[in-house]
């Protein structure tokens, strides 16, 4: 392979004439390069949007060229034409922004600009940019992964872009050549050899006719055979046709071709096979005779070539078999890849070019899961060659980040093209949707591709319901409604079935009988009745749990089972204890969240103690009997208040996270508590007989009530899994 970098000898630089004879191999290095606009002196500054022809500051109606925006200046502040207040109101929800609507809020024109939040992600694509590194983002979907890798390209320091072209190897027709040229010159490279070939095409044809007009002059006037003389035509003709192939095949094939482009390329290969990944050659079915097609005029570019001086984006790594992934290692390590047919049974696997540059930036993306099938001397290129970065799903509920969301409600506005603008009112119930769905006091939720969803919604139901200009927060209350996760819309399903057949008890007293509470998805909680009864055993005594629990279920029975032994009077070694998590589905359950609902109905039935139905609870519980705190705890609240539950106990440390909606806040009382003698105390029926079982738990767990009502003994501790 050549990496030329200047033009065809033969290639007319304004696109005028050409030589007389087209080269029969890969033309010589000896031409004038013709430069591109732009790439004359390398900056320091990105390809931005003002170098794509974009008036600068037309948004706010300016005059002149301001300048260029920087690296630096990766997430710029929310513009806006209205003042903002110095001293913020900590209840302030638009973070001191005086608006009317997102018609005053300014859209930056770089992508990178509109992220919003992933501070730490930034800073690292930042870093990467300037010295062309590697990056592996790792995060739950929709924070801003795919956002922050095309946002690579226009940060990318500015490169000498190059176009690819694949020659006809007279010495072995299956190892095409290949030559880099600078951007642009490609066209006019293969545009002078189809005229070389066009003229000499041309040239041929005149000298057929004259020779079939001779032969046919002659069998006919002199010879008087009219037959033969058409059949030495025929014969004449296809002689002709077949030897011009040959001229055909001198003519390159252009396979990455960057005439038109000014910014870094960015290609996306998720899910990309591997022919569309490394590159392919396609299988020709006539490959004898003169009639087959050229090896090089077969050869296809895959997104690794085509991402050379740029970006290529592969989000969910994982799903890229292992030999794909060794390939793409090879590609990054070597700077270049050879292309051959991808398919065995192909005749294009005989085919392999030489090497074609590979020089991108590798930006791998996915879930947590992406890294256990991930190959682990691909990410140790990665990870050698350049950055790790998590991407948080949450952050710190500050004024400045109200502003920025604001600015993502007009973003979103801007993108979509067929919204209203949102009203003031309408941006704070979008924030306030935020704060809920981070699931943590004090912070906003970065799972920004959710909130669009519901933004989007609000709007089409201003736009197409109501043919409105504006979008209200009345709006965006009935968009939560229509937007409800498949989750969230069964367990609604599931909680009005259950009343339907009276399987949801929520008044009175039951023994062995406990309303837990659960979620599904990320977003709806669910009423999870617990049942348990003891019986006599014919064997070693044991705790049988049924309902498909799960590792971590299992193991939080166990932690429940050692309170219970302690605790009882009897010999529990000769009883069977039965646990059933009532209609938990086919996916059974999972996380450790219904501890304290097991103990209580153990305990209840134990003991033969009623179980208060119209409360619910959800808590995690150590050996020692202290209450840790869960997830979810939001959804979970409100599932028990639309099962008809007037109260829950949850941790109490997991107060700070319980955000629900303002219907719910009459309907259901929310118990803090920090140990399960808290939880005895509210929930079982009869003073006399519960005085003492929450006094003999108390004794023997070790943990004392009067610390202090709703204190967590625990200590600090990280939530559990819903």
């Given at each position: 392979?050549?990496?030329?970098?200047?033009?065809?000898?033969?290639?007319?630089?304004?696109?005028?004439?050409?030589?007389?004879?087209?080269?029969?191999?890969?033309?010589?290095?000896?031409?004038?390069?013709?430069?591109?606009?732009?790439?004359?002196?390398?900056?320091?500054?990105?390809?931005?949007?003002?170098?794509?022809?974009?008036?600068?500051?037309?948004?706010?109606?300016?005059?002149?060229?301001?300048?260029?925006?920087?690296?630096?200046?990766?997430?710029?502040?929310?513009?806006?034409?209205?003042?903002?207040?110095e001293d913020v109101d900590e209840d302030d929800l638009l973070g001191g922004l005086r608006i009317d609507s997102t018609e005053e809020i300014d859209v930056p024109d770089r992508l990178v600009d509109q992220v919003i939040g992933q501070e730490h992600a930034r800073d690292v694509v930042m870093k990467a940019?300037?010295?062309?590194?590697?990056?592996?983002?790792?995060?739950?979907?929709?924070?801003?992964?795919?956002?922050?890798?095309?946002?690579?390209?226009?940060?990318?320091?500015?490169?000498?872009?190059?176009?690819?072209?694949?020659?006809?190897?007279?010495?072995?027709?299956?190892?095409?050549?290949?030559?880099?040229?600078?951007?642009?010159?490609?066209?006019?490279?293969?545009?002078?050899?189809?005229?070389?070939?066009?003229?000499?095409?041309?040239?041929?044809?005149?000298?057929?006719?004259?020779?079939?007009?001779?032969?046919?002059?002659?069998?006919?006037?002199?010879?008087?055979?009219?037959?033969?003389?058409?059949?030495?035509?025929?014969?004449?003709?296809l002689a002709f046709r077949y030897g011009s192939r040959g001229g055909d095949a001198m003519v390159p094939n252009l396979i990455v071709n960057n005439a038109e482009t000014t910014t870094a390329p960015f290609e996306d290969s998720t899910g990309a096979h591997a022919g569309a990944l490394l590159g392919d050659?396609?299988?020709?079915?006539?490959?004898?005779?003169?009639?087959?097609?050229?090896?090089?005029?077969?050869?296809?570019?895959?997104?690794?070539?085509?991402?050379?001086?740029?970006?290529?984006?592969?989000?969910?790594?994982?799903?890229?078999?292992?030999?794909?992934?060794?390939?793409?290692?090879?590609?990054?390590?070597?700077?270049?890849?050879?292309?051959?047919?991808?398919?065995?049974?192909?005749?294009?696997?005989?085919?392999?070019?030489?090497?074609?540059?590979?020089?991108?930036?590798?930006?791998?993306?996915?879930?947590?899961?992406?890294?256990?099938?991930?190959?682990?001397?691909?990410?140790?290129?990665?990870?050698?060659?350049?950055?790790?970065?998590?991407?948080?799903?949450?952050?710190?509920?500050?004024?400045?980040?109200?502003?920025?969301?604001?600015?993502?409600?007009?973003?979103?506005?801007?993108?979509?093209?067929?919204?209203?603008?949102?009203?003031?009112?309408?941006?704070?119930?979008?924030?306030?949707?935020?704060?809920?769905?981070?699931?943590?006091?004090?912070?906003?939720?970065?799972?920004?591709?959710?909130?669009?969803?519901?933004?989007?919604?609000?709007?089409?139901?201003?736009?197409?319901?109501?043919?409105?200009?504006?979008?209200?927060?009345?709006?965006?209350?009935?968009?939560?409604?229509?937007?409800?996760?498949?989750?969230?819309?069964?367990?609604?399903?599931?909680?009005?079935?259950?009343?339907?057949?009276?399987?949801?008890?929520?008044?009175?007293?039951?023994?062995?009988?406990?309303?837990?509470?659960?979620?599904?998805?990320?977003?709806?909680?669910?009423?999870?009745?617990?049942?348990?009864?003891?019986?006599?055993?014919?064997?070693?005594?044991?705790?049988?749990?049924?309902?498909?629990?799960?590792?971590?279920?299992?193991?939080?029975?166990?932690?429940?089972?050692?309170?219970?032994?302690?605790?009882?009077?009897?010999?529990?070694?000769?009883?069977?204890?039965?646990?059933?998590?009532?209609?938990?589905?086919?996916?059974?359950?999972?996380?450790?969240?219904?501890?304290?609902?097991?103990?209580?109905?153990?305990?209840?039935?134990?003991?033969?103690?009623?179980?208060?139905?119209?409360?619910?609870?959800?808590?995690?519980?150590?050996?020692?009997?202290?209450?840790?705190?869960?997830?979810?705890?939001?959804?979970?609240?409100?599932?028990?208040?639309?099962?008809?539950?007037?109260?829950?106990?949850?941790?109490?440390?997991?107060?700070?996270?319980?955000?629900?909606?303002?219907?719910?806040?009459?309907?259901?009382?929310?118990?803090?508590?920090?140990?399960?003698?808290?939880?005895?105390?509210?929930?079982?029926?009869?003073?006399?007989?519960?005085?003492?079982?929450?006094?003999?738990?108390?004794?023997?767990?070790?943990?004392?009530?009067?610390?202090?009502?709703?204190?967590?003994?625990?200590?600090?501790?990280?939530?559990?899994?819903?």
């Amino acid at each position: 392979m050549s990496n030329d970098t200047e033009a065809d000898e033969n290639a007319p630089e304004t696109g005028g004439g050409v030589t007389d004879e087209a080269p029969e191999s890969p033309p010589s290095d000896d031409g004038d390069e013709v430069p591109r606009d732009g790439a004359d002196e390398p900056s320091d500054a990105p390809v931005g949007p003002d170098e794509r022809g974009e008036a600068p500051g037309s948004q706010n109606g300016q005059s002149g060229e301001p300048a260029e925006p920087t690296i630096d200046d990766l997430g710029s502040d929310v513009e806006v034409d209205a003042e903002v207040v110095e001293d913020v109101d900590e209840d302030d929800l638009l973070g001191g922004l005086r608006i009317d609507s997102t018609e005053e809020i300014d859209v930056p024109d770089r992508l990178v600009d509109q992220v919003i939040g992933q501070e730490h992600a930034r800073d690292v694509v930042m870093k990467a940019a300037k010295q062309r590194r590697h990056v592996m983002m790792i995060g739950s979907p929709g924070t801003g992964k795919s956002m922050l890798a095309k946002a690579m390209s226009e940060l990318l320091p500015p490169e000498e872009l190059q176009d690819v072209l694949v020659y006809h190897n007279p010495d072995d027709g299956n190892n095409p050549k290949v030559r880099t040229v600078p951007a642009g010159k490609g066209d006019q490279i293969v545009e002078a050899h189809k005229e070389e070939a066009r003229k000499r095409n041309q040239m041929r044809s005149f000298l057929m006719w004259i020779i079939i007009a001779i032969v046919i002059g002659y069998s006919f006037i002199i010879a008087g055979q009219v037959l033969l003389g058409i059949l030495a035509a025929g014969v004449i003709y296809l002689a002709f046709r077949y030897g011009s192939r040959g001229g055909d095949a001198m003519v390159p094939n252009l396979i990455v071709n960057n005439a038109e482009t000014t910014t870094a390329p960015f290609e996306d290969s998720t899910g990309a096979h591997a022919g569309a990944l490394l590159g392919d050659v396609r299988h020709d079915p006539f490959q004898s005779g003169g009639m087959e097609t050229p090896s090089h005029d077969r050869v296809e570019p895959g997104a690794i070539h085509k991402a050379n001086k740029g970006v290529l984006f592969i989000d969910e790594i994982n799903t890229l078999d292992i030999r794909s992934q060794q390939h793409l290692m090879t590609a990054i390590q070597e700077g270049e890849f050879s292309i051959t047919g991808q398919s065995e049974r192909s005749s294009g696997a005989m085919v392999q070019t030489e090497p074609v540059p590979t020089d991108f930036i590798m930006i791998a993306a996915g879930n947590l899961d992406a890294m256990e099938n991930m190959h682990p001397a691909l990410r140790s290129r990665i990870k050698g060659y350049g950055y790790e970065v998590y991407m948080d799903d949450t952050i710190e509920d500050t004024p400045e980040m109200r502003r920025k969301y604001a600015r993502f409600v007009a973003q979103e506005v801007a993108k979509d093209g067929r919204l209203p603008e949102y009203s003031a009112e309408a941006i704070e119930e979008v924030i306030l949707e935020a704060r809920r769905r981070a699931g943590r006091k004090g912070h906003l939720t970065l799972k920004l591709r959710n909130l669009g969803g519901l933004v989007r919604v609000a709007g089409d139901i201003a736009r197409a319901d109501e043919n409105v200009d504006i979008v209200t927060r009345q709006h965006v209350l009935q968009a939560k409604g229509r937007s409800r996760s498949i989750e969230q819309q069964l367990a609604d399903d599931y909680i009005e079935r259950r009343k339907d057949y009276e399987l949801q008890v929520s008044d009175g007293y039951q023994v062995g009988r406990v309303n837990g509470l659960a979620v599904m998805g990320e977003d709806s909680g669910i009423m999870l009745p617990v049942m348990a009864e003891v019986t006599p055993s014919q064997g070693p005594g044991e705790v049988i749990a049924t309902g498909q629990l799960k590792e971590m279920a299992q193991e939080a029975v166990s932690n429940v089972s050692a309170i219970i032994k302690k605790f009882s009077d009897e010999n529990i070694s000769e009883k069977d204890i039965h646990i059933q998590f009532v209609q938990t589905g086919g996916q059974g359950v999972d996380g450790d969240s219904a501890s304290i609902t097991v103990a209580t109905a153990v305990i209840s039935a134990l003991e033969d103690v009623g179980v208060d139905q119209s409360l619910a609870m959800t808590g995690s519980l150590s050996v020692r009997g202290d209450v840790l705190p869960v997830g979810g705890v939001t959804h979970k609240i409100e599932a028990a208040a639309k099962s008809g539950c007037t109260r829950v106990i949850i941790p109490a440390a997991n107060m700070q996270d319980v955000m629900i909606e303002e219907e719910y806040e009459e309907m259901v009382e929310i118990i803090p508590v920090s140990h399960i003698s808290e939880v005895l105390d509210i929930a079982l029926e009869g003073e006399p007989e519960k005085d003492s079982l929450v006094d003999r738990l108390k004794s023997i767990t070790g943990s004392a009530l009067s610390q202090g009502q709703g204190e967590n003994v625990s200590g600090p501790s990280s939530p559990s899994p819903q």
